[in-house]
Structure formats: structure tokens, C-alpha cells
């Protein structure tokens, strides 16, 4: 997924919804993350563009904290790209230092397809989600520059219950027009290792200069630090 910065939080006049506020703190505990003891893993990694294919080695430590031994620049910035994204998502933190620090409030009635809108009032995204049965279905987010609507597809359980997101398709917009300028579909696998769901492979499929574009992130050997 394309990377982005985050702008600031901004001030807001809508109110905090407690219902809306109990099913997104259900939502979050029933997400699966690695606990504040997990350290990062080392692992094989084999990164493929579209045919062209490179072997190396990965240290996943966090999201800002990835080294790779992979020479070719495309195929390290793609692999470093992902596992960020990873580490991010799968990272350890509290529902009040990410959703839960907005003012959340339904915005619809709940009949579409993909769920009950929650709104986050304050967020400097203009965020909302689509949450149905216990979990996210789809997440929506606007800056000057982009716009994206993630839609989440199929996702799997855990050992413990909690829910890993298997397929996404992500559909980039122009923020001025709304026309849609790009689609990014992935299918994701994972590994327990000593008790963590670790990346086994990631693959992506967008369109990249008028080409369908095909590229792969395997992981093995895992190793936990």
C-alpha cells in the first residue's frame, strides 16, 4: 500500500457516541497483535516484481526498525515497504492510543453490506470505518494529496480467537475529483511461531504504467528475537 504521512489531529465539535465507542473497543480486542514482549524475528526472505526475484535475508524489529541484505533497490524498498506495514498493523498498543482517541459516533443505520459506519470525529483523515460482526470490513481515509477505501474481504482466527486479515483491495482516489486512479489487491499468509502470527507471504496486485503488476513477499526460517 502506498505509504503516507499522517497530518495532525484536528479540532472537532462532535460528540462522543458510548455505543458506538463499545463496538469499536470490541472490534480492537478482537484484532490480533503482538504483545509488548514480542521483540521483532529474523527470517529468509524472497522478494519477486513481476518475475524479477532476489534472496536475502530480513530483521523486523518495528515498523521504523527493518534492515534487509537485498541489493536491488526496487526489491528492497518494496519488501521494506510491506513488512513496515506489517509491523504497524501488528504492533502492540492500547485502543486508547489509536481508535479510541477520537470522538466515535455511528454514521448510518447499519444495512449496508459492509456494516455500520464509525465515524472518527478529530481525526485529520476525516476517517470512518464500516465495523460488522465483531470486526472492521472497511476503512476510509482522505488527505490533500490521496484517498483510499480499504475494503477488507477475508480474514482468519488465531489460536486465541482473534482475527488475522487474509484478502484487502485497496482503491486509491483523487481527493479533488474522486476519480479512481489506482487498485491494490493482496492476499496475505501467516505462521505461528513461539505464539506470534508472523508474515509467511504477502502478495500484491496493482496496475503500475498501464500493466497488471504482480509481486510477492516470502518469508522463512523465522526466527523471534
Same mark, same amino acid.
Given at each position: ?6 497530518p ?15 463496538a469499536m473497543?470490541?472490534?480492537?480486542s478482537?484484532t490480533?497483535?503482538?504483545d509488548?514482549?514480542f521483540?521483532g524475528? =529474523?527470517?529468509?526472505?524472497t ?11 530480513v =530483521?523486523v ?8 541484505s537485498l541489493k536491488?533497490e526496487?526489491?528492497k524498498?518494496?519488501a ?6 506489517i509491523?504497524?498493523?501488528r504492533?502492540p498498543?492500547s ?6 482517541k ?8 447499519g444495512?449496508h ?8 470525529g ?9 465495523i ?14 490521496m484517498a ?7 480474514s ?9 486479515t487474509?484478502?484487502y483491495?485497496v482503491y486509491?482516489?483523487?481527493p479533488?475529483?474522486n476519480?479512481?486512479k ?6 496475505d ?7 506470534y502470527?508472523?508474515?509467511q507471504?504477502?502478495?500484491?496486485i ?5 500493466e497488471?503488476v504482480?509481486?510477492?513477499? =516470502?518469508?522463512e526460517?523465522h526466527?523471534?528475537?
Open positions: 500500500m502506498t505509504t503516507y504521512t499522517k495532525e489531529d484536528v479540532q472537532t465539535a462532535a460528540e462522543d457516541d458510548p455505543q458506538a465507542r463499545k473497543e470490541e472490534v480492537f478482537n490480533a497483535r503482538w509488548a514482549d521483540n524475528f =529474523t527470517a529468509d526472505v522478494v519477486n516484481l513481476n518475475g524479477k526475484e532476489e534472496k536475502g535475508t =530483521t524489529k518495528g515498523p521504523k526498525e527493518i534492515e534487509t536491488d526496487k526489491l524498498e518494496f521494506t515497504e510491506n513488512l513496515a506495514s509491523a504497524m498493523h504492533g498498543r485502543f486508547d492510543q489509536s481508535d479510541g477520537y470522538k466515535l459516533s455511528f454514521g448510518d443505520d444495512t453490506p459492509l456494516g455500520r459506519i464509525v465515524s472518527m478529530g481525526d485529520g483523515m476525516s476517517s470512518f470505518y464500516r460488522k460482526e465483531g470486526r472492521i470490513r472497511q476503512i476510509n481515509r482522505k488527505t490533500p494529496h483510499f477505501s480499504i475494503n477488507i474481504e477475508d482468519v482466527k488465531n489460536p486465541e480467537g482473534k482475527f488475522l487474509k484478502n483491495t486509491y482516489f483523487n479533488k475529483d476519480a479512481l489506482n487498485v491494490e489487491s493482496y492476499t499468509d501467516y505462521t505461528r511461531v513461539g505464539g502470527d508472523l508474515p507471504q504477502r502478495r500484491v496493482d496496475c503500475q504504467n498501464s497488471v504482480v509481486s510477492t513477499l =516470502t518469508l526460517n526466527k523471534t528475537l
